[in-house]
């Protein structure tokens, strides 16, 4: 039981580290993402040269979220504040979910039932931690893929933008360690629920 206990405090902790970089990338890479789509090349007297348009969803042109002419919300609300609200609201709810968390591990459980809670949730465990190391496996393939395709076939390395690619590549981790954060959160909070 106490190398139960210990090993869920690490996978606590390695979730946690998770939940917050997660956060901090929905924080960094829409900023990162808007800076490359709407940077004027410097030195060009501010004239943007014609866009090449090679296809897919890398070559799509995002307007500036920040210009309330392009694109308005509720009445002149510029995307980029829409956007960032709705961060806010994914940070109350994860407050929220926190909040849920604390109370139902702090609930008082009878013995035997906790055991076979702490039983059900070390199953669970391994099969999350068995999945995560395949979809980490995958990853590496699909990651390879994705600098191939975008940096070498659809010449970004050699425009100057690698830090598209590297954008393209870390959303992909996001959505991974979102999916792999909520899996895990379900399953502790159905063990403690139980």
Known sequence: MMSLNRSGQQL?????????????WLLVLPALAQEHMGAAPAGN???VPPVVHRGG???????????????????????????????????????????????????????????????????CKTYLLTQLKFIMILELFIGSIIVYYFGIAQHYF??????????ILGFSLVGIAGSCAVAWFGIRVNTFAN
């Open 45 to 47: 007297g501010g004239v």
């Open 158 to 167: 050699a425009e100057g933008k690698a830090g598209q690619v590297f954008i």
């Open 57 to 123: 969803e890398a070559s799509l042109i995002v307007p500036r979220l920040d210009d309330p002419s392009v694109a308005s919300f509720f009445g002149g609300t510029a995307g980029a504040t829409l956007l960032y609200a709705g961060i806010g609201v994914c940070a109350v709810g994860m407050l929220f979910a926190f909040m849920i968390y604390k109370n139902l591990e702090n609930a008082p459980v009878h013995k035997s039932m906790l055991e076979v809670s702490e039983l059900i949730y070390a199953t």
């Open 12 to 24: 606590k902790r390695a979730l946690v580290s998770v939940a917050s970089m997660l956060f901090t």
